[in-house]
T-cell receptor
Framework: GAVVSQHPSRVICKSGTSVKIECRSL??????MFWYRQFPKQSLMLMAT?????????EQGVEKDKFLINHASLTLSTLTVTSAHPEDSSFYIC???????????FGPGTRLTVL | RKEVEQDPGPFNVPEGATVAFNCTYS??????FFWYRQDCRKEPKLLMS???SGNEDGRFTAQLNRASQYISLLIRDSKLSDSATYLC??????????????FGKGTKLSVIP
C-alpha cells in the first residue's frame, strides 16, 4: 500500500516550453501533497505544499506563477513548469501525506532537462 | 545556521565495518525524526523512524537526543548494498493537519568490497 506514482519519469524539452508533471496516490487519499526539487548533490528542497481544493502554499523564493500547482482531487496533484529554462533542469519529486500520519510517501521523481 | 546539518561524507568503508552518521537540527519544535535512504537518481525511501528511546532494526540503530538536537544512525556489518546517501529528516507541524519535512543534504556511504 501507500504507492505514489509520477508521470513522466523523464522529460527533455526546449527552453520556453511548459511541462506538466503528474503525481498520483494510487491506493490512498492524500489530503496533502508536497512538491520538492533536488539539484545535483543537494538536498531535497520543498517547493510547495498542496492541499486538495485549495491554493498551494509556496516556499520562499519559489515563483507561484512559474510553478503552477493544481490539486483537483484527493489522488492527483499536478505541477506545471511554465516557460521552462535550463536553470529549471532538476529532479522533481512529489510526496503524498496520508491524513493524520506524519509519514510522506514519495513518488519516483521526474527528471527534467531543459535544453 | 542550516535547519538540518549532516556530514556530507563520502564515507568509504570496507564490507563488514561499522559506520555512524550524525545529524543536528535547529528547530527545537521539531516533532518527528527519520532516516531516509536515497539511491542515485531515485526517490528517498524511509529507512527508519528515530525515537528518544532509541530503536534498532537489524543492523541499523537510530538514536535521538532532543536536548542536544542530535540524531544518529549506526550501521553494523556494512554490506555492499548499503551504499547510498542517507538523509536525516525532521518534521514539524505546518498547520491544517499537515507536517512539513526538512531534509539534510545527506551523507554518502560507499561500502567497498
Amino acid at each position: 500500500g501507500a504507492v505514489v506514482s509520477q508521470h513522466p519519469s523523464r522529460v527533455i524539452c526546449k527552453s520556453g516550453t511548459s511541462v506538466k508533471i503528474e503525481c498520483r496516490s494510487l491506493d490512498f487519499q492524500a489530503t496533502t501533497m508536497f512538491w520538492y526539487r533536488q539539484f545535483p548533490k543537494q538536498s531535497l528542497m520543498l517547493m510547495a505544499t498542496s492541499n486538495e481544493g485549495s491554493k498551494a502554499t509556496y516556499e520562499q523564493g519559489v515563483e507561484k506563477d512559474k510553478f503552477l500547482i493544481n490539486h483537483a482531487s484527493l489522488t492527483l496533484s499536478t505541477l506545471t513548469v511554465t516557460s521552462a529554462h535550463p536553470e529549471d533542469s532538476s529532479f522533481y519529486i512529489c510526496s503524498a501525506q496520508w491524513t493524520s500520519y506524519n509519514e510522506q510517501f514519495f513518488g519516483p521523481g521526474t527528471r527534467l532537462t531543459v535544453l | 545556521r542550516k535547519e538540518v546539518e549532516q556530514d556530507p561524507g563520502p564515507f568509504n568503508v570496507p564490507e563488514g565495518a561499522t559506520v555512524a552518521f550524525n545529524c543536528t537540527y535547529s528547530n527545537s519544535a521539531s516533532q518527528s525524526f527519520f532516516w531516509y535512504r536515497q539511491d542515485c537518481r531515485k526517490e528517498p525511501k524511509l529507512l527508519m523512524s528515530v525515537y528518544s528511546s532509541g530503536n534498532e532494526d537489524g543492523r541499523f540503530t537510530a538514536q535521538l537526543n532532543r536536548a542536544s538536537q542530535y540524531i544518529s544512525l549506526l550501521i553494523r556489518d556494512s554490506k555492499l548494498s548499503d551504499s547510498a546517501t542517507y538523509l536525516c529528516v525532521v518534521t514539524s507541524y505546518s498547520g491544517a493537519g499537515s507536517y512539513q519535512l526538512t531534509f539534510g543534504k545527506g551523507t554518502k556511504l560507499s561500502v567497498i568490497p
